[in-house]
C-alpha cells in the first residue's frame, strides 16, 4: 500500500503564500493520478487540484483556478501544491491522495470516492 506524507503547512497571512509537499512511499507518479483535497472544520472534504500520472495535466477548482499550482518531481516522487494569493478561506487541513486511475477524471477528479491511498494532511491557517 503507497504512503503518503503531506508537509509544507503553516500560519500565513492573507496574501502569503506555502508550498505543500506530498512524498510518496514508493514510485506511483508515473502510474497513478495524485490529488489535493482540503477540509475546513465542519465542511466536506473538497477536491482542488489534480495531477495525471501519464502527462502530469494538472486539473484544478474553479475556486482556486489561478492561485493555485500543482506540480510533481517524479525524481523525488512528490507532488507539490503552491498556494499563492493566501485568503483565510483557504484555512483548512491539506490532504494529498492516489487517485484509482492513471489520469485525472473529467467527470470526477474532484470526488474523494475517486481515490484510494491519503497521507494525514497539513494544516494551512491563513489570518488576515
Known amino acids: 500500500e503507497v504512503q503518503l506524507v503531506e508537509s509544507g503547512g503553516g500560519l500565513v497571512q492573507a496574501g502569503g503564500s506555502l508550498r505543500l509537499s506530498c512524498t510518496a512511499s514508493?514510485?506511483?507518479?508515473?502510474?497513478?493520478?495524485i490529488g489535493w483535497f482540503r477540509q475546513a472544520p465542519g465542511k466536506e472534504r473538497e477536491g482542488v487540484s489534480c495531477i495525471s500520472g501519464s502527462d502530469s495535466s494538472a486539473y484544478y477548482a474553479d475556486s482556486v483556478k489561478g492561485r493555485f499550482t500543482i506540480s510533481s518531481d517524479k525524481a523525488k516522487n512528490t507532488v507539490y501544491l503552491q498556494i499563492d494569493s493566501l485568503k483565510p478561506e483557504d484555512t483548512a487541513r491539506y490532504y494529498c491522495?492516489?487517485?484509482?486511475?492513471?489520469?485525472?477524471?473529467?467527470?470526477?477528479?474532484?470526488?474523494?470516492?475517486?481515490?484510494?491511498?491519503w497521507g494525514r494532511g497539513t494544516q494551512v491557517t491563513v489570518f488576515s
Open positions: 514508493v514510485f506511483t507518479l508515473d502510474v497513478y493520478a
Open positions: 491522495a492516489t487517485s484509482l486511475s492513471y489520469y485525472c477524471s473529467g467527470y470526477g477528479w474532484w470526488a474523494p470516492g475517486e481515490y484510494d491511498s
